[in-house]
T-cell receptor, first 114, second 112 residues
Framework: EPEVTQTPSHQVTQMGQEVILRCVPISNHLYFYWYRQILGQKVEFLVSFYNNEISEKSEIFDDQFSVERPDGSNFTLKIRSTKLEDSAMYFC????????????FGPGTRLTVT | RKEVEQDPGPFNVPEGATVAFNCTYSNSASQSFFWYRQDCRKEPKLLMSVYSSGNEDGRFTAQLNRASQYISLLIRDSKLSDSATYLCVVTFKSGGYQKVTFGTGTKLQVIP
C-alpha cells in the first residue's frame, strides 16, 4: 500500500540553525501539506501546496518557514532560524484532490531545538 | 468558542463496552467531517469520513448533527487495540480555500 514517508525521523538542532524536513508524498497525489503537533497539543495546519505553489498557509507559517518541491518526488519544509518553540512533531500529508479529500499522513519528524 | 472542541478524556472503558465521543464545531458553514485515530507519538490515520446520513464501518458508527453542530463516534464491543486518541477533523471554506481544523482529541483507554 502506498504511503507517505518522511526523513529524518528525529532531528536535533541548536537554536538559530536552519533545518530541512523531507517528505515523499504518495506518487499520484497532487496536494501536499505540512502540519505540526507540539507535544501534548493538537495537530495544527501549517501550509498546503498545489501545482508548485502555496495554496494556503496558517498564521504559524511565517517568514521563517518555506516549502519546496525540488524534484518530482520530494516535498520539503525549511525552517530558517529555529526557535525553542519550534520543537514539535512535523507531519507531512498528501491527498489526491484538494480539501476535503482524505489526507494521508507520514510518520512525522520529531524536531528538537536546544 | 473553539473552532473544534472535544472532551480530552481519558475515557477508560472495559473490553466489550460501547463508548461514544462527541465533537462540536463552531462554524456553521463547515463542510466536511472526519474522525482520525492517533496512537501515541504516531501519525493521525483516517478512521472514517462522516456523512450527513450517518455511516457505519464495522464496530464504528459516525453521525453528523448539523443543527446542533456536532459529530459523534460510537465504538461498539471495544477492543484493547482501540486504545488511542480519536481526533475530530472539520473543514470549512476560508478565503477561497478549505481550512482544515483538528480537535485536541479524545483519549480512549480500553482495559482488560
Amino acid at each position: 500500500e502506498p504511503e507517505v514517508t518522511q526523513t529524518p525521523s528525529h532531528q536535533v538542532t541548536q537554536m538559530g540553525q536552519e533545518v530541512i524536513l523531507r517528505c515523499v508524498p504518495i506518487s499520484n497525489h497532487l496536494y501536499f501539506y505540512w502540519y505540526r503537533q507540539i507535544l501534548g497539543q493538537k495537530v495544527e495546519f501549517l501550509v498546503s501546496f498545489y501545482n508548485n505553489e502555496i495554496s494556503e498557509k496558517s498564521e504559524i507559517f511565517d517568514d521563517q518557514f518555506s516549502v519546496e518541491r525540488p524534484d518530482g518526488s520530494n516535498f520539503t519544509l525549511k525552517i530558517r532560524s529555529t526557535k525553542l518553540e519550534d520543537s514539535a512533531m512535523y507531519f507531512c500529508a498528501s491527498s489526491e484532490g484538494g480539501v476535503p479529500t482524505v489526507q494521508y499522513f507520514g510518520p512525522g519528524t520529531r524536531l528538537t531545538v536546544t | 468558542r473553539k473552532e473544534v472542541e472535544q472532551d480530552p478524556g481519558p475515557f477508560n472503558v472495559p473490553e466489550g463496552a460501547t463508548v461514544a465521543f462527541n465533537c462540536t464545531y463552531s462554524n456553521s458553514a463547515s463542510q466536511s467531517f472526519f474522525w482520525y485515530r492517533q496512537d501515541c507519538r504516531k501519525e493521525p490515520k483516517l478512521l472514517m469520513s462522516v456523512y450527513s446520513s450517518g455511516n457505519e464501518d464495522g464496530r464504528f458508527t459516525a453521525q453528523l448533527n448539523r443543527a446542533s453542530q456536532y459529530i459523534s463516534l460510537l465504538i461498539r464491543d471495544s477492543k484493547l487495540s482501540d486504545s488511542a486518541t480519536y481526533l475530530c477533523v472539520v473543514t470549512f471554506k476560508s478565503g477561497g480555500y478549505q481550512k482544515v481544523t483538528f480537535g485536541t482529541g479524545t483519549k480512549l483507554q480500553v482495559i482488560p
